[in-house]
């Protein structure tokens, strides 16, 4: 089930299963801040400085877009009964 509060990104922060900073893969919900609030998207890889997020609202469209790894607020699991390759 989603979080009460959906609509809020930061809500996503406690939903799922916690799971390290380090340790994001493929299908994760993370969470960024920024000023005035925050962002929620789907974990699909990274880079050496950013993450790659896929995401609805990003630039007032649905795409894959890079985040700063410094703004990462949480990681979160789905409950996986088949947990997709990394």
Known sequence: ???EKYLSALAWAE???PVPKTGAMLGDVLTF???GGG???IYVGEDATT???L???QSN?????RIEKGRLHAVRRPAYT???AN
Request: glycine share 16%.
């Open 51 to 53: 993450f790659h997020v």
């Open 33 to 35: 801040v920024r000023p």
């Open 82 to 84: 088949i947990q997709p």
């Open 15 to 17: 939903w799922g299963r």
């Open 1 to 3: 089930l989603p979080p």
């Open 61 to 65: 469209a649905v795409n894959i877009t």
């Open 55 to 57: 995401g609805g609202n």
């Open 39 to 41: 962002h929620v998207g």
